[in-house]
C-alpha cells in the first residue's frame, strides 16, 4: 500500500513496538476492511481463492515475499510462507461462515470502536494482527505462516498440510479470535456424525403395518444418544438436524441425523465414536447407516501450558496483562497441531464477539495490543 511505513525492528517486548503498532492501527482497520469486504463463504471456492488473493497481497506487502499458492484437490486455495527452517508457525484461516451476499446488509463498518462485518472476528483480524506483528521483527528466520480457506467445514484439504507444516517445530500459534479477551489454553475434540435410516414406505391410514417407520427409528435413536453424554467429563452429545418423510399420509421410509460431538478426552472421543456404531436397531426392519466421525482430537491443557505462562510473562512486561486462558468447546486447526506433539497456543487473535452470530465484532483498540503480544511471543521462542 503506497503511502505506508515499514516500522523499523525493535527490542522484544517492549512498549515502544506496542506505540508504533497503536500509531499504524488506521492502517490494520484499512487492511480488515478489505479482506472483510471480500467475502469468502467455505464452500464457494472461488470466493476463497478471490479473497486469498488479497490476503496474499497484504502478506506480500508486510512480509515482503509471494506465499506459496496451493490449491487442493477440491478446489481450495491455502497460502504458505516460509522464512528458513521454520522452528515456530503461525496458522489461521480466511474462510467464513457467511454466505455470499451477507455483505450487502451488514458491510464493514467501524462505529464507536468495534469493527463490524462478515467473518471480522472470525478471523480475518488475526490475520491482519499477525502480519503486523511480524512486520515489526528484525528477521523472519524460523517462521511460517499458514492460511486456509476451508477451517470452517472441517479443513479436510488442509488437515495434511497444516500437520506436515507444524510436525516438529517448537510451536504453533493460532491467530483464532479470542475467547473474549483470554486465550484459549484447551478446545474440545469434535466429532461429527451422519446417520440415514432406511425404512419402508406405506399408507398411514390403511396399512401402516406393513411399513418399517424410518421416524420411529429415528426417534429412538435420538433419545439413546443424548445418554451417550458425560456433561462431568466435558462430553456432549447432540443432535443437530433431523429430517424424515414425504408427506403426512406416508409412513416415512427413510429419515436422517446430523450429530455434534464433543469430549475433552481422546478417550471419550473414542468411546463415544464406538457406542453410536454399536447401537442397535429398535424397529424392526429398519437399517441404520452411520457416515462420519471424529474429526479434530482434542487439543489437551498440556499442549499449551508452557506457551501460555510466556505470554503471561510477556503480556504483563507490555503492560496489556493479566492474560486469561480459558477451555472452548470448538475446534480450530490448533487441535491438529497439537495432535502432531507440537506446543499450541490458541486465541491470539482479535479481542471482540460474535464468532458466527449477528453481534459479530472486534475491539479495535485491542489489534495492536494482540499484534504486539504475538510479535513479542515469536521473538522470545526464537531466542531474540
Request: net charge negative.
Amino acid at each position: 500500500m503506497p503511502g505506508w511505513q515499514t516500522l523499523h525492528p525493535m527490542a522484544p517486548a517492549t512498549t515502544d513496538r506496542l506505540a508504533a503498532l497503536r500509531a499504524r492501527t488506521p492502517r490494520m482497520v484499512e487492511e480488515l476492511g478489505a479482506l472483510v469486504s471480500v467475502e469468502s463463504p467455505s464452500a464457494d471456492t472461488g470466493a476463497c481463492a478471490e479473497c486469498a488473493r488479497v490476503v496474499a497481497e497484504q502478506g506480500r506487502e508486510l512480509l515482503g515475499r509471494e506465499p506459496e499458492v496451493i490449491t487442493a484437490d477440491d478446489g481450495h486455495t491455502h497460502l504458505l510462507w516460509r522464512f528458513g527452517t521454520p522452528r515456530v508457525v503461525l496458522i489461521g484461516h480466511f474462510d467464513t461462515v457467511w454466505p455470499k451476499g451477507t455483505l450487502q446488509r451488514k458491510p464493514f463498518a467501524v462505529n464507536e470502536g468495534r469493527a463490524t462485518g462478515p467473518g471480522v472476528f472470525d478471523m480475518k483480524a488475526g490475520i491482519v494482527q499477525g502480519f503486523h506483528a511480524l512486520n515489526t521483527l528484525d528477521s523472519l528466520d524460523g517462521v511460517a505462516v499458514l492460511l486456509n480457506s476451508d477451517e470452517e467445514i472441517g479443513s479436510d484439504s488442509s488437515r495434511a498440510l497444516i500437520e506436515e507444516t507444524a510436525r516438529g517445530l517448537e510451536a504453533a500459534l493460532v491467530l483464532e479470535p479470542s475467547a473474549g479477551s483470554a486465550l484459549k489454553v484447551a478446545r474440545k475434540g469434535v466429532s461429527m456424525y451422519h446417520l440415514t435410516v432406511h425404512g419402508r414406505a406405506a399408507h398411514a391410514g390403511l396399512e401402516p403395518e406393513r411399513g418399517v417407520n424410518a421416524l420411529l427409528e429415528l426417534a429412538h435413536r435420538v433419545v439413546a444418544l443424548g445418554a451417550l453424554a458425560r456433561p462431568e467429563l466435558g462430553t456432549t452429545v447432540t443432535p443437530t438436524v433431523a429430517q424424515a418423510g414425504t408427506t403426512g399420509n406416508v409412513v416415512p421410509a427413510m429419515a436422517a441425523l446430523q450429530v455434534d460431538v464433543r469430549a475433552l478426552q481422546p478417550d471419550e472421543q473414542r468411546r463415544v465414536d464406538d457406542e453410536i456404531r454399536a447401537m442397535a436397531t429398535t424397529v424392526s426392519g429398519a437399517e441404520v447407516v452411520v457416515e462420519g466421525g471424529p474429526n479434530r482430537p482434542p487439543l489437551p491443557e498440556q499442549a499449551s501450558h508452557q506457551l501460555f505462562d510466556r505470554a503471561q510473562a510477556i503480556a504483563e512486561r507490555l503492560g496489556i496483562g493479566p492474560l486469561q486462558g480459558i477451555t472452548v468447546g470448538g475446534g480450530s486447526d490448533g487441535n491438529f497441531t497439537a495432535a502432531t506433539g507440537t506446543p499450541t497456543l490458541d486465541g491470539l487473535g482479535a479481542v471482540g464477539d460474535g464468532a458466527h452470530a449477528e453481534h459479530e465484532h472486534v475491539v479495535v483498540a485491542s489489534m495492536a495490543e494482540r499484534a504486539a503480544l504475538v510479535a513479542a511471543l515469536v521473538e522470545d521462542l526464537l531466542g531474540r
